[in-house]
């Protein structure tokens, strides 16, 4: 505030000052005019050269106050900044940090190539610690896996519900297998040594121990099974229902209240081939059967997806898939037929897709479908002697 009043003052001290001077001017110009004569003038300008120092001076004055006003707020914000806690002069002592850590990180590297000289020069390769860390870390990954390996092993065998000790049982099977393929061979060579001698014997004896063998792994495997079970019978693989079992059940039921109970042979389960509900129609329904599995609103089996024919050297048999896509479910249908003479009534009426089926089963086992509308063979000539899927087949010309 001192400073403020300091200027101020000096303002209005020059202010004055220039006022009185040009006063002074103007009144000793009016009398020279009056007079008649320039002296005055010079007069007025030698005086006025005092007050044009007097106004530089006032000037010089003014820009001290406001050199030493700024200083004073510059030292002001200084201080409100150390108040606030960040210390004056940071990005010197950042600079200065920075610097520090720089030559830090020189000496390191340089103590770290001395080092490297000095174990090349002692006959040591660089970087072994790498390497030996490196090491340490792979055999440390390879114990954890190999321990993960254990631990799954062990895992399994509890879930199969083996009793521990069965890696010595395999490990001792194993052993026993190499014991008995180096005594093999060793009889082998000895054999071949004797020229042969005693062959018979030999293949013999090797035929009675690996029957041996084998009883005695079908005995242990059955053991093994009983122990599961609990007794001496073998596990029931049917006791579990299939999830196909009640519309196995429907159909029977149905055909059974339209058709009459002697329709079907039998019906059940297939278990080889995906649990399809299986009907095995008797000779004289079989196409009584399949179309009332067409057309009958609760079945409706509108689509023929498979025909094929088996020999079965007493009989052939006919089996036909069938799927309805307004149920989503499946059924197969089978037909027995006398193999001296084996005839069925086609399906080609009912399901276009019969027509080739039947003439492949035509063509390959002379199974004939009466009511096709065009049976014939269609892989091989119609001059063809037999048919090959049949097992009595005995090719007519051997060299073909």
């Known amino acids: 505030m001192g400073g403020e009043k300091d200027l101020e003052q000096l303002k209005r001290e020059a202010a004055a000052k220039a006022?009185?001077?040009?006063?002074k001017r103007q009144a000793e110009k009016a009398a020279a005019e009056a007079g008649g004569t320039r002296e005055p003038v010079k007069e007025e300008s030698e005086k006025a050269t005092p007050a044009n120092e007097e106004d530089d001076l006032a000037k010089k004055k003014a820009a001290a106050v406001a050199k030493a006003k700024a200083a004073a707020?510059?030292?002001?914000?200084?201080?409100?900044?150390?108040?606030?806690g960040e210390a004056p002069g940071n990005e010197e002592d950042d600079l200065a940090k920075k610097k520090a850590a720089a030559v830090a990180k020189a000496k390191a590297?340089?103590?770290?190539?001395?080092?490297?000289?000095?174990?090349?020069?002692?006959?040591?390769?660089?970087?072994?610690?790498?390497?030996?860390?490196?090491?340490?870390?792979?055999?440390?990954?390879?114990?954890?896996?190999?321990?993960?390996?254990?631990?799954?092993?062990?895992m399994q065998q509890d879930a199969e519900g083996e009793a521990p000790g069965n890696e010595e049982d395999d490990l001792a099977k194993k052993k026993a297998?190499?014991?008995?393929?180096?005594?093999?061979?060793?009889?082998?060579?000895?054999?071949?040594?004797?020229?042969g001698a005693g062959a018979g014997d030999d293949e013999k004896a090797k035929a009675i121990a690996a029957a041996k063998a084998k009883a005695a792994a079908a005995a242990k495997a059955k053991a093994a099974g009983s122990a599961k079970t609990g007794g001496d019978a073998e596990p029931d693989e049917t006791a579990k229902p299939s999830i196909n079992q009640p519309f196995l059940d429907k159909y029977t039921k149905v055909i059974e209240k339209h058709l009459g109970e002697g329709v079907l042979e039998e019906s059940y389960i297939n278990k080889l081939s995906k649990d399809v509900p299986t009907l095995v129609a008797k000779r004289d329904s079989y196409f009584k059967v399949a179309e009332f599995l067409k057309y009958n609103e609760q079945l409706s089996f509108d689509y023929l997806s498979e025909i094929h024919g088996t020999d079965f050297e007493t009989h052939m048999e006919v089996y036909v898939h069938f799927y309805s896509y307004k149920n989503s479910q499946s059924v197969a249908l089978k037909v027995k037929i006398n193999r001296d003479q084996p005839e069925i009534e086609s399906l080609q009426?009912?399901?276009?897709?019969?027509?080739?089926?039947?003439?492949e089963a035509y063509d390959l086992l002379g199974i004939k479908f009466t009511g096709h509308p065009n049976l014939n063979r269609i892989m091989l000539g119609e001059d063809w002697v037999g048919h090959p899927m049949r097992k009595d087949y005995e090719p007519y010309d051997v060299e073909v």
């Open 177 to 195: 297998a190499a014991v008995a393929k180096a005594k093999a061979a060793a009889a082998a060579k000895a054999k071949a040594a004797a020229g």
């Open 73 to 84: 707020a510059a030292k002001k914000a200084a201080m409100q900044q150390g108040a606030e």
């Open 109 to 154: 590297a340089a103590a770290a190539k001395k080092a490297a000289m000095q174990q090349d020069t002692a006959g040591e390769a660089p970087g072994n610690e790498e390497d030996d860390l490196a090491k340490k870390k792979a055999a440390a990954v390879a114990k954890a896996k190999a321990a993960a390996a254990a631990k799954k092993a062990a």
């Open 19 to 23: 006022k009185e001077a040009a006063k």
């Open 349 to 359: 009426p009912l399901w276009e897709g019969a027509n080739w089926p039947e003439c």
